[in-house]
């Protein structure tokens, strides 16, 4: 029997709330985790060069030291 506040059976909790281990990560656009915090490299996808990620600062908007090309997240 539904809850009188629309929760699903009562004692239950939320209808498709999340359980443990449900992160909050938001998807990029190209599968990987737009929220991977501090920490990690960016690597260039063309040469291999590795740089630090800086916070705040996209890999997809730093270029290659090496040979120009846009770099991309790694942990």
Do not use: I
């Amino acid at each position: 029997m539904p809850g009188k506040d629309g929760t699903g059976p009562l004692g239950q909790g939320p209808v498709g709330g999340g359980g443990a281990g449900m992160g909050r990560g938001v998807r990029g656009r190209m599968g990987g985790n737009m929220a991977a915090g501090s920490g990690g490299y960016c690597v260039c996808p063309r040469c291999g060069e590795k740089v630090p990620h800086q916070q705040r600062v996209p890999c997809s908007s730093v270029t290659c030291p090496k040979c120009g090309s846009n770099m991309v997240r790694s942990q």
